[in-house]
């Protein structure tokens, strides 16, 4: 009878450590919090184009660089504000004059110290004209670079430049190791201070990076995060569904409500910075006209078309959105309002209808659904539109080169400050480059020069304010809608950060 007990004992002790140990595998990919997670896999739509922040500048390097390297300041992705990520601490004693303070006791992944001459080393090269930076940009107010000491460098400006901080917060103003730059090719292997190291990069198909477990401020829980290169969007979510990719984003309009469908899916949403707007081409006179801009604009009914959006889209008049620094709420509704008969009066007074206008659009699914819409409220309003498509590449190159009648465009906002929105995409300065509506207004233009050239912030708002309203009042651009930045995670994970500027961090992501 004792020997039938004890059998019986360690069946039942087998059976119970068997059920334990299967519980912590959880499917073979990850383990428990305790253990940390050992893969974690985000379905990118491309593959990056290089990793160097300093070489690139695409939302698909982005995401991989953004966890590979740092920047001095980085923004709150709930309260906006700027804040010391690799810096420690700044004073700005003079208008001219920025002198930051370093943290101490960080090194890059190679084992070499972060440091005074590192920051140097790194913006020296970001606006070093040979270069040939992507966002050189971001350097162009600087003067001089100077190292203080080992944790202490100060930068002078040739002019009061009021978004600097915003401009080092930007993902192609983080910090590169020197010694990794001049002794290999960082673009193809990166080397900074951030949470994850590199592993491996095939183009393609994925990079795949491992946890830095001497990172700064604590050891991510992922061991080894995917980047796989999952070009159709429906796939992604397929594979997102099947427990094969652990996490997406940019969910599109048409996709929404399968996602949110899916029982091991949990969706995020953000109000977002990026947005789309709707303009005609400035540097045809004919389209210049201020009744033609009248008339379009009272055409365009964006409450119709944002309710096709499922609510992905931010309904607001304002050029500068909800999320970016300038926006005052009183521009909500400053813009010329839909008025289709006022539209179909201007229309007939200018004989508007003999003028046969080209919507050019890229074949993006949220562009056509808005060339769409669009054709048909102008077409009802009296124009006479015709669509023409072309892929992404083509269709931005034909923008900056003015080679359209009316179109659609974009902003990330990734700096989340509008003079960033408003010196790159209409400042005429950049017509013919960054500036594809092609707008020039010398009054914009010098208020655009004011909020860069101070750094009183208060102030800065108030001019941006005012930019902003003259923008309205010109129909230089007709806001579609601003962004709602989306995010679809295997729900058994939780602690992704997604910022409104669509970038994201899976550093703090844990198993619950």
């Not at 409220?377 to 539109?385: E, H, I, K, R, Y």
């Not at 912030?457 to 809608?481: S, T």
């Not at 729900?491 to 970038?503: A, N, Q, R, V």
Request: charged share 25%; net charge negative.
């Amino acid at each position: 009878m004792k020997k039938k007990l004890l059998v019986f004992i360690s069946i039942i002790a087998f059976l119970f450590l068997a059920a334990c140990s299967n519980d912590s595998a959880s499917g073979g990919e990850s383990t428990d919090n305790k253990e940390g997670i050992d893969s974690f896999t985000y379905a990118s739509l491309t593959d990056a184009v290089g990793l160097s922040p300093i070489l690139t500048n695409d939302s698909a390097s982005a995401n991989v660089t953004d966890h590979v390297y740092e920047k001095l300041f980085e923004r709150n992705a709930e309260t906006m504000e700027i804040e010391p990520k690799l810096a420690e601490s700044y004073e700005n004693p003079e208008e001219n004059t920025w002198v930051i303070k370093l943290k101490e006791g960080i090194k890059f992944h190679d084992g070499t110290d972060f440091n005074a001459e590192a920051v140097k080393y790194t913006f020296d090269k970001l606006r070093d004209p040979a270069t040939a930076a992507p966002r050189a940009s971001l350097m162009e107010p600087v003067d001089t670079i100077t190292v203080i000491d080992d944790y202490t460098v100060e930068i002078k400006t040739k002019y009061p430049y009021g978004p600097f901080l915003a401009s080092l917060s930007h993902s192609n103003a983080a910090i590169v190791s020197p010694e990794a730059d001049k002794a290999g090719d960082i673009n193809k292997e990166p080397v900074g201070t951030g949470p994850f190291k590199f592993v491996s990069w095939v183009p393609g198909d994925q990079v795949v990076l491992e946890s830095n477990s001497d990172y700064h401020d604590g050891e991510p829980e992922i061991k080894k995060m995917i980047f796989k290169v999952v070009p159709e969007i429906s796939t992604a979510i397929s594979m997102l569904q099947a427990g094969e990719v652990q996490f997406i984003d940019k969910l599109p309009t048409e996709q929404l409500s399968r996602v949110e469908s899916l029982k091991n899916v949990a969706v995020e949403k953000v109000d977002g910075t990026p947005q789309y707007y709707f303009t005609v081409n400035h540097s045809k006179e004919e389209l210049q006209d201020p009744e033609l801009k009248e008339a379009l604009a009272s055409a365009i009914d964006r409450d119709a078309f944002i309710s096709k959006m499922n609510g992905l889209g931010i309904r607001s008049d304002s050029v500068i959105g909800p999320k970016v620094f300038g926006y005052d709420e009183s521009a909500d509704k400053a813009g010329t309002p839909f008025d289709v008969e006022r539209a179909k009066e201007l229309v007939k007074k200018n004989g508007y209808d003999k003028q046969p206008l080209t919507l050019l659009t890229p074949n993006r699914n949220n562009y056509i659904l808005m060339a769409e819409v669009v054709q048909a409220q102008l077409t009802d309003a009296g124009f006479n539109v015709k669509i023409e498509s072309m892929e992404w590449a083509s269709f931005l190159d034909t923008a900056r080169d003015g080679n359209y009648d009316i179109t659609f465009l974009s902003w990330s906002n990734l700096t989340a400050d509008g003079s960033e929105l408003f010196y790159p995409n209409f400042h005429s300065d950049n017509v013919g480059s960054s500036n594809r509506a092609q707008y020039s207004n010398p009054e914009f233009d010098k208020l655009v020069e004011e909020s860069r050239t101070t750094t009183d912030q208060e102030k800065r708002l108030e001019i941006l304010d005012q930019a902003n309203k003259l923008m309205m009042d010109d129909n230089a651009v007709v806001v579609m809608y601003h962004d709602v930045v989306t995010a679809a995670l295997e729900s058994s994970y939780e602690g992704l950060i997604l910022e409104p500027t669509g970038k994201w961090n899976v550093s703090k992501v844990t198993r619950k």
